[in-house]
């Protein structure tokens, strides 16, 4: 059982930044891969950035790109999310997964994963 602990969540201003890390108890196979969604209040559930163990890809949302940064530590077992530029928009409960297995088609689909945090507050004031 892989347990996904976050932490850097907070509050900040509008145009400031945040950077989120989630720390797997163990990692997922090199098949695996690790992501954060978010939700907002009132929103449904979204995607926003992704990355595999085995290579260098990244994905994100069109929404966040060029403004997000995804990032591995394989060593650590860990996942950075850093985001700057934040707006008000960007104010959700923002969760890390993980998934035993992740192929590039499907790893913008929650259902993908096999893991989730907790969950860790944005709050982006305007």
């Known amino acids: 059982q892989v347990q996904l602990v976050e932490s850097g969540g907070g509050l900040v201003q509008a145009g400031g930044s945040l950077r989120l890390s989630c720390a797997a108890s163990?990692?997922?196979?090199?098949?695996?891969?690790m992501a954060w969604f978010r939700r907002a209040p009132g929103k449904e559930r979204e995607f926003v950035a992704a990355i595999r163990w085995s290579d260098p890809d990244t994905y994100y949302a069109d929404s966040v790109k060029g403004r997000f940064t995804i990032s591995r530590d394989n060593a650590k077992n860990t996942v950075n999310l850093q985001m700057n530029s934040l707006k008000a928009e960007d104010t959700a409960i923002y969760y890390c997964l993980a998934a035993d297995y992740i192929s590039s088609y499907w790893i913008r689909s929650a259902s993908s994963y096999n893991y989730w945090g907790q969950g860790t507050q944005v709050t982006v004031s305007s």
């Open positions: 163990v990692r997922t196979s090199n098949n695996g891969g």
